[in-house]
């Protein structure tokens, strides 16, 4: 899993799964969408305004638990 944030267009985006794959995408709400690849896997969950969304983002105030981080 990849988690990346863009703060010039203040989005973020969670990557399950590794690799190009062609997806269909599901709108939940104007700002979050789910991209659905081969299988009806969850390929990656895209948030636009994602300062607004999510508390504590742009402050580096977010906090991961029970994660290993990989380089």
Do not use: W
């Amino acid at each position: 899993m990849k988690i990346s944030y863009d703060p010039t267009v203040d989005a973020l985006y969670i990557r399950f799964i590794e690799g190009p794959a062609e997806c269909e995408v599901i709108r939940l709400n104007d700002r979050v969408a789910v991209n659905i690849g081969p299988g009806e896997q969850v390929v990656g969950i895209e948030v636009l305004d994602a300062s607004e969304m999510l508390e504590g983002l742009k402050e580096h105030k977010i906090r991961l638990e029970n994660l290993v981080a990989v380089s």
